[in-house]
């Protein structure tokens, strides 16, 4: 499967911002889905993930009340909307596909999308 997201960009600090990562040649409903950042400097962290039937997610602590992650495996794709943006949340966000059970753990996705970039102004 091959993993496309979109959807980056500039927003001013307190926007809003819907990212999606399309999914190709395989069907997206095998996987657990997650989505990771990394900003300037800094290691990549994990933001959010999403179980394979989208019941159940998971938050990074930083973005929790404020990112919300869905799923449409209708449509092969993931969503990250991303509301009242901070300046901290600027980085390349990247979308990842596991085989695991659903997972935050970076090392538990094998299959990565390219990233977007997301930059947050005051």
């Known amino acids: 499967v091959q993993l496309q997201a979109s959807g980056g960009g500039l927003v001013q600090a307190g926007g809003s911002l819907r990212l999606s990562c399309a999914a190709s040649?395989?069907?997206?409903?095998?996987?657990?889905m997650g989505w990771f950042r990394q900003a300037p400097g800094k290691e990549r962290e994990s933001v959010a993930a999403?179980?394979?039937?989208?019941?159940?997610?998971l938050y990074a602590d930083s973005v929790k009340g404020r990112f919300s992650i869905s799923r449409d495996n209708a449509k092969n794709t993931v969503f990250l909307q991303m509301n009242n943006l901070k300046l901290e949340d600027t980085a390349v966000y990247y979308c990842?596909?596991?085989?695991?059970?659903?997972?935050?753990?970076?090392?538990?996705?094998?299959?990565w999308g390219q990233g977007t970039q997301v930059t947050v102004s005051s």
């Open positions: 990842a596909a596991s085989k695991e059970f659903t997972t935050m753990n970076l090392g538990d996705y094998e299959l």
């Open positions: 040649g395989r069907t997206l409903s095998t996987y657990v």
């Open positions: 999403i179980s394979r039937n989208g019941g159940r997610t």
